[in-house]
């Protein structure tokens, strides 16, 4: 796996969109982005994953530069319930490995 | 989406006993199955991956004499931690690689503690 480089912590505004960055300047060819989020002693929940193109789902959207060595996470209405721990991860989902995060707090 | 449970969620143990934890997935098969540890305020550390039918693959400087894995069918993995000690007390997590969606799906996790 690639490794990522993400901000250590960030703060949104509820209602705001939070974006998310991640650096991952040596991802290989057949890599995936991933995006996971850690809520306080719970098990990580999938939110995202993108080759190179944009993708969007009921959650989130993910920006993929277009040399893909970074990506933007972007909840785009966050409210309290999205406080958590982001990881973004560089590599095939035959083998998740984690970096350490960002972690996310939604001000009220 | 696919469901991974695992049992017991949480679970206290004297020093030197022998603690068995389940990581079912519930709703799809699963032939590769991964376990993870995560001490407080840490990120999530990759012990082994454990594949159905055969010896599961450590991570370097995770003892498998130690942490032992059984993935004896495609909807179940099993960690024991042998003789634990207060040092193994963390939080264990598993996960399922599904194949259709090709996804890993995570367990909600369990917390050891060893007294």
């Known amino acids: 796996d690639a490794k990522t480089t993400q901000p250590t912590s960030m703060d949104c505004a509820e209602g705001r969109a939070a974006n998310l960055p991640c650096n991952h300047s040596?991802?290989?060819?057949?890599?995936?982005v991933y995006w996971y989020r850690q809520i306080h002693s719970q098990g990580p929940q999938y939110i995202i994953h993108?080759?190179?193109n944009n993708e969007t789902n009921e959650m989130a959207s993910l920006i993929i530069t277009e040399d893909r060595k970074s990506s933007t996470l972007i909840l785009p209405h966050a409210t309290l319930r999205d406080t958590a721990v982001y990881y973004c991860i560089a590599g095939r989902d035959d083998k998740i490995i984690f970096g350490k995060g960002t972690r996310l707090h939604i001000l009220p | 989406g696919a469901v991974v449970s695992q049992h017991p969620s949480w679970v206290i143990c004297k020093s030197g006993t022998s603690v068995k934890i389940e990581c079912r997935s519930l709703d799809f098969q699963a032939t590769t199955m991964f376990w993870y540890r995560q001490f407080p305020k840490q990120s999530l550390m990759l012990m082994a991956t454990?594949?159905?039918?055969?010896?599961?693959?450590?991570e370097q400087g995770v003892e498998k004499d130690k942490f032992l894995i059984n993935h004896a069918s495609l909807t179940l993995s099993t960690l024991t931690v042998t003789s634990a000690h207060p040092e193994d007390s963390s939080f264990y997590i598993c996960?399922?690689?599904?194949?259709?969606?090709?996804?890993?799906?995570f367990g909600p996790g369990t917390r050891l503690t060893v007294l």
């Open positions: 040596t991802i290989s060819g057949n890599e995936y």
């Open positions: 996960s399922a690689h599904a194949t259709a969606p090709d996804e890993q799906f």
């Open positions: 454990s594949n159905e039918g055969s010896k599961a693959t450590y």
């Open positions: 993108g080759l190179k």
